[in-house]
C-alpha cells in the first residue's frame, strides 16, 4: 500500500536528518528503494495521492502563483458558497480571474467549504466571476479538486442540475482564453462546471472521472466496496485523459506525490499555465470560442 | 406520480403530423473506451430489446404544419443514459436545426451519463450544452421537456438550457438521485421532493404539460416565437 511507503519514507527522512554517517548510508539505500517503488503508482495509489490531505489546496496555489488577490465573495442572489473560491489577482504582473474548489487545511476549514462539494450558489458565484472576468478581459484560470457537487437537499431545491448546465454553458462561449487545471480530484459535473477550457492541465497524479470510483462502483456492481476495482477499470489518470484528447497538457508530480515538494509542483504548474497562456493570447475572442466549441465537438468521434 | 413511459417512437408519432417524420442520424453508435466487461453485449441486448440503435431518437418533421426538430431521450433504452452516441447526435440534430432555422424541441428521460462510457461520457456534457449556447446564440427556439427520470449529467447539461423549460406531470427531475441524497443527509425525502411539481415551485420549469396538451403547447410556442408553415420564421 502506498500509504504505508509514505509514512516509512517519511519517517526514514525525519530519522535522517539526526542520523550519524554510518547510519545515513544504510538508510539511504532504504530510501532510493522506497523511492523507486513508488516511480510507478497504480490507479488506486493516484486516487489516494489525489485526496492526500497535505495536497496543495487552491489557496495555496494562488498564493504561490499569483500575487495581490482579491477574493470576490457571494452569487448575489442568495448565498456565499465557500466551497469554491474565486477572484481577481496578478499572475506574472497582468490581472487574471482565478477560481476553484476549496477544501480547506484543517477539519474545521473542511466543514466550513463543506468539503469542497459545492451547493448550486457556488457554480452561480463562479458564473459572475467569469462573466466579470468576460466584460474586463481578464483570462480565466480554474483549479478542479471536489469530491463532487453536494448532493443535498437544499442543493436539489436550488437547482444543482441547472447550476452545473448553465456553468458549462457560459464556459463554452468565454471570450477570453480559459485554462483549467484538475489538481485534486475531478468528480463529475461538479467538476466539469468549471472544467470546460481551451486548455485542460492536469497533474500527474490527479483525477478526473464520470464519477467517484466509490460511486461508479455502487452504481454498476452496487457494491461501493469495489472501488479499487472501478479506479482500475475507469481510465481516470492523467495519462489516460491524455490520451483520450480529454486533457491537453500533464503537470509533473515529485516521486511520492505533490505533498513531499508543493514548490515543485508550483514551479510545473507555473510553466504549464505561462505556456499555455501564451499560445491563447494572440487568439480572438470568436477565435477562441471556435476553437472550443470544435474541440469538444470533436471530443469521441463516432461514426 | 410519474405517468407510464413512452417509447421514443411513440413520442416522435405523438409530437409530430401523421407522415411528416424523416429520421435524423438514427445509425450511429458509440465506443467502448474503457473496454469495459459486458458493455457490448449488454448494448446489443437493449438494441434487441428496444429495436433502437441508442437511446436518442432524432426527428425532422411538421407540428401542426411548423417544421421542427425533435429529440427523444427513450428511457427504456440503457435508462436513457448519454454516453458518446448520445452527444454526437444530439449535436448533430442540434447543428441541423441550427443550419436550417428550425426550432429545436428535446425529450429528456434519462438517469445521466452512461458510466460504462466513463470520462468521454461526461464530455458530451460539455459538447451537448456547447451546441445548444451556440444555438440559442444564433436565435434558435430550444423548448426542453423534462420526462420522468430526468437527473444526472442530462439535467445539468442541455435539458436544463431551454429558452422554455415544460414538464410532464409527476416526472422525476434533479441533479442527484433521491436514494443518493437519502443516504447523504441520513433521512427520508418528503413526498413529492424533486417532482415536477416541487420544480416548477422553485422556478425552473415554466409550465407542467399533460401529454393530452403537449402538442398543443408546442405549436402554440412555435407560433409565439414567430414559426409559420414550413419552417418559416416570420
Same mark, same amino acid.
Given at each position: ?303 | ?81 448519454? $454516453?458518446?452516441?448520445? =452527444?454526437?447526435?444530439?449535436? *448533430?440534430? !442540434? +447543428? ?5 432555422? &428550425? @426550432? ?65 406531470? $409527476?416526472?422525476?427531475? =434533479?441533479?442527484?438521485?433521491? *436514494?443518493? !441524497? +437519502? ?5 427520508? &425525502? @418528503? ?44
Amino acid at each position: 500500500m502506498i500509504r504505508d511507503t509514505l509514512s516509512e519514507l517519511e519517517s526514514l527522512e525525519k530519522a535522517m536528518e539526526h542520523a550519524d554517517e554510518e547510519e545515513l548510508g544504510a538508510l539511504s539505500i532504504r530510501r532510493a528503494a522506497l523511492l523507486t517503488g513508488l516511480a510507478n503508482l497504480t490507479p488506486v495509489d493516484r486516487v489516494f495521492l489525489a485526496r492526500h490531505p497535505r495536497r496543495p489546496r487552491i489557496d495555496d496555489i494562488i498564493s504561490a502563483l499569483c500575487t495581490d488577490f482579491f477574493e470576490q465573495r457571494g452569487d448575489r442572489q442568495c448565498r456565499e458558497d465557500a466551497s469554491i473560491l474565486g477572484g481577481i489577482a496578478l499572475y506574472h504582473g497582468r490581472p487574471v480571474t482565478v477560481i476553484g474548489h476549496r477544501k480547506g487545511h484543517s477539519i474545521e476549514e473542511n466543514m466550513a467549504c463543506n468539503f469542497g462539494m459545492p451547493g448550486p450558489e457556488g457554480y452561480r458565484k463562479a458564473q459572475r466571476i467569469m462573466r466579470a472576468a468576460e466584460k474586463f478581459g481578464r483570462p480565466v484560470l480554474t483549479f478542479i479538486d471536489t469530491p463532487g457537487a453536494y448532493p443535498g437537499m437544499e442543493a436539489e431545491e436550488r437547482g444543482q442540475g441547472e447550476a452545473i448546465a448553465s456553468s458549462i454553458a457560459l464556459m463554452s462561449r468565454l471570450r477570453v482564453p480559459v485554462i483549467a487545471v484538475v489538481t485534486g480530484e475531478g468528480n463529475s459535473g461538479g467538476a466539469l462546471a468549471l472544467g470546460v477550457a481551451d486548455e485542460v492541465l492536469m497533474l500527474e497524479n490527479a483525477y478526473y472521472a464520470v464519477l467517484s470510483p466509490e460511486g461508479f462502483a455502487s452504481i454498476l456492481w452496487k457494491d461501493p466496496a469495489r472501488r479499487d476495482e472501478a479506479c482500475g477499470v475507469m481510465k481516470l489518470t492523467a495519462g489516460e485523459l491524455y490520451d483520450f484528447g480529454v486533457v491537453d497538457g500533464v503537470i509533473p508530480e515529485p516521486v511520492g506525490g505533490a505533498q513531499r515538494d508543493a514548490q515543485a509542483v508550483y514551479r510545473a504548474m507555473d510553466e504549464a499555465i505561462s505556456s499555455a497562456l501564451t499560445k491563447l493570447d494572440g487568439l480572438t475572442g470568436d477565435e477562441l470560442v471556435a476553437r472550443r466549441y470544435d474541440k469538444y465537438r470533436r471530443m469521441a468521434p463516432v461514426t | 406520480m410519474a405517468l407510464d413511459a413512452l417509447t421514443a417512437r411513440e413520442r416522435l408519432d405523438a409530437t409530430f403530423d401523421a407522415g411528416t417524420m424523416q429520421p435524423l442520424f438514427a445509425q450511429i453508435m458509440g465506443h467502448d473506451p474503457l473496454a469495459f466487461p459486458g458493455y457490448m453485449d449488454k448494448l446489443a441486448a437493449q438494441q434487441q430489446k428496444t429495436g433502437m440503435v441508442e437511446a436518442l431518437l432524432c426527428a425532422q418533421g411538421e407540428i401542426c404544419g411548423m417544421r421542427a426538430v425533435v429529440c427523444v431521450l427513450d428511457g427504456g433504452f440503457f435508462m436513457g443514459s448519454m $454516453g458518446t452516441a448520445v =452527444g454526437e447526435m444530439a449535436a *448533430r440534430a !442540434i +447543428e441541423f436545426a441550427r443550419d436550417n432555422a &428550425l @426550432p429545436l424541441v428535446i425529450f429528456s428521460a434519462s438517469g445521466g451519463a452512461r458510466m460504462q462510457e466513463g470520462i468521454l461520457s461526461l464530455m458530451q456534457m460539455a459538447k451537448t450544452a456547447a451546441a445548444i449556447e451556440d444555438f440559442k446564440a444564433r436565435g434558435g427556439l430550444y423548448i426542453s421537456v423534462l420526462t420522468h427520470p430526468t437527473t444526472g449529467g442530462v439535467i445539468a447539461s442541455f435539458a436544463s438550457l431551454g429558452d422554455i423549460m415544460l414538464a410532464e406531470p $409527476g416526472a422525476l427531475i =434533479g441533479f442527484a438521485g433521491p *436514494r443518493v !441524497i +437519502e443516504q447523504t443527509i441520513g433521512q427520508t &425525502l @418528503p413526498e413529492g421532493f424533486q417532482r415536477s411539481e416541487f420544480q416548477q415551485a422553485h422556478g425552473f420549469v415554466d409550465r407542467i404539460v399533460t401529454r393530452d396538451e403537449m402538442k398543443a403547447v408546442l405549436a402554440q410556442l412555435l407560433r409565439l416565437h414567430g414559426y409559420g408553415k414550413g419552417g418559416a420564421r416570420a
